[in-house]
């Protein structure tokens, strides 16, 4: 893959884009090239059924940290600000994938930290699944993108074609998501760095207009190894 990755990379998107799935697998992407310390901040406080500290465990086990905006020893799941996220900005050594929730509603709790931010070493990666009804079309991503900006205080620097339907994907889906990320990119003078794909037999040796991102979704499966 040709891109080179910054310091910091906030993950949005849509409700239900795969944001979440990308961040974990993305981590993974650097750990494998390099010894640098990783974290993950889990600052998706919207979707309490797939988050990354759901991985911590297994991520652990790979030497990748999970942070986030929760109490563990409340033994609920209570909103609040963990001074380990600060580090993520502030501390020059650490790589840091930050998980957002979804569409800007999932953006607000990144107020907290927006006067963190080094724009100079921050990417803004917008996941785009045009599976999702609400990004099946180019007005719609779009919508979300400028929603999303806007909450952010940040400008999105890169697109990523999500575009799958799990193990079902074909060709044909991630090619529809890679013409509507195409017609976003236009608009916004925004590259689209990666077309993603789960492993299997139907994407095996395909050719896809950007640099085709592998992702694995049995991550409980993962756990064990």
Known sequence: MSF?????????????SGKTTFSINYSLYLR?????????ADLDVVNPYFRSREHEEFL??????????????????LPAVSADVYT???????????????????????????????????DVFFILNANRPENASFDLALGHLINIEATL???ITAIVNNTHLMND??????????????LVSKEKNIPVIFST??????????????????MNYYINK????
Do not use: W
């Open 169 to 182: 994907t074909t060709i044909d889906d991630i090619y529809r998501g890679e013409e509507i990320s195409e």
């Open 4 to 16: 080179e990755n910054k310091r910091v990379t906030l993950v949005c998107g849509h409700y239900g």
């Open 60 to 77: 652990n086990k790979k030497n990748i940290k999970v942070v986030g905006t929760y109490l563990k020893q409340s033994g609920a799941d």
């Open 197 to 214: 794909a789960f492993y299997n037999d139907n994407i095996k040796n395909i050719k896809t207009k950007y640099d085709l991102f592998i």
């Open 88 to 122: 993520l900005f502030n501390n020059k050594d650490i790589l840091g994938i930050v998980d957002l929730g979804g569409n800007s509603v999932g953006s607000l709790p990144f107020a907290t930290f927006r006067d963190s931010v080094d724009l100079e070493e921050t």
């Open 153 to 155: 205080g940040l400008k």
């Open 222 to 225: 993962m756990q064990s190894l």
């Open 32 to 40: 494998e090239k390099t010894d640098k310390e990783i974290q993950i």
